[in-house]
């Protein structure tokens, strides 16, 4: 372990020296405002008149910086009709579950520049419009030195490719929507690096979770154990407020899923509850629930978010639905966010090709003042 961190520690003063003169700031202004999705695979018919930006989730690589073959990811007619619909598209590093990999590619400078050769071929060949970070989540003190690094070498490539391309290429990430983890991220870095910032304010509780909370409230709720006290609100706060991030750096991220606990109620314990028939079910699976199976939707006036009941009470569902989202979009455009992003698009998607939730929210978001 020693001699991992001196070879870290090296390798990252060496290529800063030679490299922190040559980074430019952030190369699409901080005004025009962001509606992003984030494309899982390759998802049919996608509605491209609903978005500025898709991020294409995800490129994965092995330890030594090898890319992880996937048929879907990169695409070729993706980025073509998304440009052809005046969207951009920008490819997505990592996801859940990678971090391991990311942290021990920082470890090892060949495939380190194995990893960074091959991605940046991925976004010239592919015609994307920039990189998507997607590390969740470099928090210790050896891998926030990788992370930096791989993310200013990103911010220096890409700058030079769309100088070649007179295209201003984009570098966003997803960020953790918890206080302890997000610090690991200084303001000097990401007002250096990223465009923007993509907090995934949701997932706030689980399966691992000891009671029944709401994974995406807007605002806490009392009956929260006090260990437990976290939301959109306060999440985004501390990102203005505390730390003093601009709003225009910063996208809300909105779920199109929800969380299911089996219990009868919401906030209870789920110590000696049993394993819900699923984890999550997607909003295309809910609203069937809803029409059709007679669960009852209750709201939650305090976190501004629904619940749905099963009929024989075994199981509740956490979800946002569009008049939750319509009201996280108003408190949004309020603070003066640069945005908000949806995972994953195709999650609300209807047999009758209609994605409500994203729709509703583009005509909130996009309604010119009175």
Not at 53 to 78: I, M, T, W, Y
Not at 125 to 154: A, C, K, S
Request: aromatic content about 12%; overall charge negative.
């Amino acid at each position: 372990m020693r001699s991992a961190i001196l070879v870290t520690a090296i390798y990252a003063c060496c290529y800063l020296i030679g490299a922190n003169s040559a980074l430019a700031a952030p190369s699409e202004g901080t005004s025009d405002k962001v509606f992003v999705g984030y494309v899982a695979g390759m998802p049919k018919d996608i509605n491209y008149s609903l978005y500025t930006h898709l991020c294409h989730a995800f490129v994965v690589a092995e330890k030594d910086g090898s890319l992880v073959a996937r048929e879907q990811v990169p695409n070729h007619e993706l980025t073509r009709d998304a440009h052809n619909a005046g969207v951009k598209v920008l490819v997505s590093l990592g996801g859940w579950g990678w971090d391991e990999n990311f942290a021990a590619m920082s470890l090892d400078p060949q495939a380190e520049d194995r990893y960074v050769t091959a991605v940046m071929a991925i976004v010239d060949e592919y015609d994307y419009d920039g990189i998507d970070l997607d590390w969740e989540y470099p928090d210790t003190n050896i891998e926030i030195v990788g992370f930096e690094r791989l993310t200013r070498r990103f911010r220096k490539l890409l700058d030079e490719l769309g100088n070649s391309k007179n295209s201003p290429m984009l570098l966003t990430m997803a960020a953790a929507a918890h206080p302890t983890t997000l610090e690991w991220l200084s303001n000097e870095f990401l007002l250096e690096t990223m465009d923007w910032v993509n907090i995934m304010t949701y997932d706030y509780v689980g399966g691992w979770a000891s009671f029944a909370g709401h994974h995406s409230p807007l605002f806490a709720s009392a009956k929260l154990p006090s260990d437990s006290i976290l939301s959109t609100e306060l999440t985004m706060k501390y990102l203005l407020e505390e730390r003093g991030l601009p709003a225009e750096r910063l996208a809300l991220g909105i779920p199109l899923y929800g969380c299911v606990f089996a219990v009868g109620e919401p906030y209870v314990s789920t110590a000696r509850a049993p394993k819900p028939s699923r984890p999550s079910v997607n909003y295309n699976q809910i609203d069937p629930l809803l029409k059709e199976q007679n669960w009852t939707r209750i709201w939650d006036d305090e976190t501004k978010n629904p619940w749905l009941l099963a009929p024989d009470r075994s199981e509740i569902i956490c979800y946002d639905d569009s008049e939750s989202i319509a009201i996280k979009i108003e408190w949004a455009m309020k603070q003066g966010f640069r945005g908000i992003f949806f995972w994953q698009i195709a999650a609300d998607r209807m047999p009758d090709g209609r994605n409500p939730l994203q729709e509703s929210a583009h005509e909130k978001f996009f309604q010119k003042a009175p």
